[in-house]
């Protein structure tokens, strides 16, 4: 007999797995329709993305922005608030990091790097304020002002990296970063980055922050319950600004690791949904950061192995789009997931 | 200076802004339907892709634009029931379904056209709605040459949001569908079918949605390209808000975004960057909602699933 705890974390597992095994039986349900065999289709994803420790690595550099967005959208969802703007959140904190990046040269790696690091954390964290400032002070609904900020982050950075930054070639991007603010590329010819480091630093800080500080406390209250919070003497709309911040700044540096540790500078439009793969990653992984960097691995991996389908097969690699949008759906109607299994352990 | 003022009230631009603002007209009356019966609707982006897409395959496939319409109606009207489906009856939160509904429908719409078109990020050419002129009203001096001649799906926009205007204010369903959106027990204990009426709701949503994707890629372009509804449903989520959730308020924004939209090029070639009038609808939304353009409040029970007690 297990005990409560244990059941419940139990649960917390099984959900988000049979939410994944749902989307991948629904998925072949795709890779029959063009007509090949999703045994196939499925292993070849497998293997380009866990084969070899040069697949690992490529898995582990696309995971890595992911962990950041997953992280961001987990950390403002335990203060209560949902972080869609997490997109628009990565635009500002790769612009800002970029900038320090290119306009500072001369400078030593260990103040330029960590320089540009802490730029694309306040891009973000600025970013990322606006929608809980408005929350805090006059009480509108953080979705709606985060929806519209992506899209200003969007045309903001297009028109600083086509117009004022413009780095002189046709394409629309900045200039490079000078090689100081780079990140040191781990496992060549993989482009994977020091970034990864990054990112399970940011979770341990992120779980060290929610769990294990009186902050933290305070932002789970204002998450649980902001009428009791209040009650109990937690300043709400503080808090509020706070979560919402501290997520732009995680998203921020989602940002930052593709700017500094893949693209060396900043491209229009790089991110494609980074930002709202977070929701997904951070359903997934239940909002809770050890979960989060699981799912972001199972992203990447995805990511990187349907490149492969793509080539060896004639399944469009957007399969792996649908098979996320299709977990996001399960995963978040929970009850469904939940009346599926009980039917099973019934018959 | 008199060049610009020509240029604002150019009749060319002003044709253009109805144009740019019918596929946005369509998708916000879309967000109204389904923000007044409770249900936040942010997949409007997503609605409008599919219909896109299908409208543009059932007009490959037939040579029938007009069944391209219908299709891309019915298609609306799955992803809407789809929406409703995780929402209303397994109260997932509405927002992060909506967010689902966008990726599936990036990730649909382009595996089907590279499965069915190749690799390319564009369909082939296809047969298209094409435009009228209307006998008398194109007669009119200055008024006809914005409205005289148009895509009777332009028509379409603005009848829809008169007949809007007229279900949600002027009949029982109306009144039904805004008490579900407001106070949904209320309208329970007094007999109204709170999960029917937001279906339906939704499903009408997905429709118009879908309408206004069969705009962009059978009547104001003969193709679909990958990802070409470009924020649009956004833009009509926020000519929702802008407009206050009332057809009127909604035809009103749309036509005023749209006219940004259209004098965009235009403007260019005297400074002004196209990215700030991209910008536009969204910032003035953030104003509008933080009480600047007078207070947009939305219907008390969105975003909220109710639960039958």
């Known amino acids: 007999m297990l005990s409560r705890a244990k059941a419940i974390r139990w649960q917390e597992i099984v959900t988000p797995l049979a939410a994944v095994v749902l989307a991948l039986i629904i998925g072949s349900g795709f890779i029959l329709f063009v007509g090949e065999n999703p045994l196939t289709a499925y292993r070849i994803l497998f293997v380009e993305s866990f084969g070899s420790i040069r697949n690992l690595a490529t898995t582990l550099q696309r995971a890595t922005p992911l962990m950041f967005t997953g992280l961001a959208v987990a950390f403002a969802y335990r203060a209560g608030l949902f972080n869609i703007g997490a997109e628009g959140q990565v635009y500002m904190g790769a612009f800002a990091a970029a900038w320090v990046g290119f306009t500072f040269t001369g400078l030593p790696r260990f103040i330029h790097l960590p320089l540009a690091i802490l730029a694309g954390m306040a891009g973000g964290a600025i970013w990322g304020s606006i929608p809980g400032y408005l929350k805090a002070k006059l009480g509108i609904h953080e979705v709606i002002n985060a929806i519209m900020l992506n899209f200003i982050a969007l045309y903001l950075t297009d028109w600083l990296a086509t117009g004022p930054f413009h780095g002189g070639s046709w394409v629309p991007e900045t200039a490079r970063i000078s090689p100081s603010a780079a990140l040191t590329r781990l496992y060549p010819p993989t482009r994977l980055s020091g970034g990864i480091f990054l990112a399970l630093a940011a979770a341990v800080v992120a779980y060290f922050i929610l769990w294990k500080t009186r902050q933290g406390y305070e932002l789970r209250a204002v998450g649980l319950n902001p009428q009791a919070a209040e009650y109990g003497g937690i300043n709400v709309a503080k808090n509020t600004v706070i979560a919402m911040a501290v997520a732009g700044a995680i998203a921020g540096l989602a940002g930052t690791e593709q700017i500094l540790g893949l693209h060396n500078r900043f491209i229009v439009r790089f991110s494609a949904d980074l930002g709202f793969m977070g929701i997904a990653v951070a359903l997934l992984g239940k909002n809770h950061p050890v979960g989060v960097l699981f799912a972001a691995i199972l992203f990447g991996a995805l990511q990187t192995g349907s490149a492969a389908m793509d080539r060896l097969t004639s399944v469009p690699r957007e399969l792996i789009t649908i098979i996320q949008a299709l977990i996001i759906f399960f995963v978040a109607a929970e009850y469904l997931i939940r009346r599926i299994l009980r039917m099973r352990e019934e018959a | ?309």
């Open chain 2, 1 to 309: 200076m008199g060049e610009v003022l020509a240029l604002l009230f150019n009749t060319a631009v002003f044709a253009a802004a109805l144009r740019m603002a019918t596929p946005l007209i369509f998708a916000a009356l879309g967000g109204i339907f389904s923000e007044r019966s409770g249900v936040v609707n942010i997949a409007l982006e997503g609605m409008m892709l599919i219909g896109a897409f299908t409208a543009m395959f059932v007009s490959h496939q037939t040579g029938l634009p007009w069944l391209g319409v219908v299709g891309a109606v019915l298609a609306g009207i799955v992803i809407g029931l789809l929406h409703a489906f995780f929402c209303i009856h397994y109260r997932a939160n509405q927002v992060v379904v909506g967010t689902a509904i966008n990726i599936f429908a990036g990730g649909l719409t382009v595996f089907l056209l590279r499965y069915y078109f190749g690799a390319a990020g564009t369909s082939p050419s296809v047969p298209t709605i094409p435009d009228i002129t209307i006998p008398v009203l194109s007669q009119i001096p200055w008024i006809g040459r914005i409205i005289g001649r148009q895509n009777p799906l332009v028509y379409l926009a603005l009848l829809a949001v008169v007949v809007a205007h007229l279900v949600v204010y002027r009949t029982p369903w109306g009144l039904r569908l805004r008490a579900v959106g407001e106070h949904p027990r209320a309208a329970d204990t007094v007999g109204v079918h709170v999960f029917r009426m937001r279906y339906l709701a939704v499903a009408l949503s997905g429709a118009l949605a879908g309408l206004g994707g069969t705009y962009l890629s059978i009547a104001h372009l003969s193709r679909f390209s990958e990802g070409m509804t470009a924020g649009r449903g956004f833009i009509a989520l926020a000519a929702v808000i802008f407009g206050k959730w009332t057809p009127y308020g909604a035809l009103g924004a749309c036509l005023f975004f749209g006219y940004a939209d259209a004098l965009q090029m235009r403007l260019q070639d005297v400074g002004v960057p196209t990215q700030f009038m991209n910008m536009l609808p969204y910032v003035l939304t953030m104003v509008a909602l933080a009480g600047f353009i007078g207070k947009s409040v939305g219907p008390k029970a969105s975003g909220e699933p109710y639960i039958k007690g």
